[in-house]
Nanobody
Framework: QVQLVESGGGSVLAGGSLRLSCVYS????????MSWYRQAPGKERELVSS???????SYAEPVKGRFTISQDSAKNTLYLQMNSLKPEDTAMYYC?????????????WGQGTQVTVSS
């Protein structure tokens, strides 16, 4: 079992920055994908960025060059540094863990943290 707790959301002006955190607890799997998703009102949840257990990262086109995903294994924490924020980044941001459990991969979600960017 894995528990995920996000924090760091808030309200900022366009051009500002926020750093989201996702603390994970429970069983620590050696193979996993940790991701940030976001969901704006009236829209589907979308993938923002991912990092895998090998350290490889990926980003959605709208956030490339502005957001950086990272993790601190010693603190069991996933981060999303968000710079040059735009009003269209406004959404609820969720942390997701996709882990190589036995007998099959499992998905866990956090409760979300709200990010609001005003112009």
């Amino acid at each position: 079992q894995v528990q995920l707790v996000e924090s760091g959301g808030g309200s900022v002006l366009a051009g500002g920055s926020l750093r989201l955190s996702c603390v994970y607890s429970g069983y620590l799997y050696t193979r996993y994908f940790m991701s940030w998703y976001r969901q704006a009102p009236g829209k589907e949840r979308e993938l923002v960025s991912s990092i895998d257990s090998d350290g490889s990262t990926s980003y959605a086109e709208p956030v490339k060059g502005r957001f950086t995903i990272s993790q601190d294994s010693a603190k069991n924490t996933l981060y999303l540094q968000m710079n040059s924020l735009k009003p269209e980044d406004t959404a609820m941001y969720y942390c997701k863990s996709f882990v190589a459990a036995i007998p099959s991969w499992r998905t866990y979600w956090g409760q979300g943290t709200q990010v609001t960017v005003s112009s």
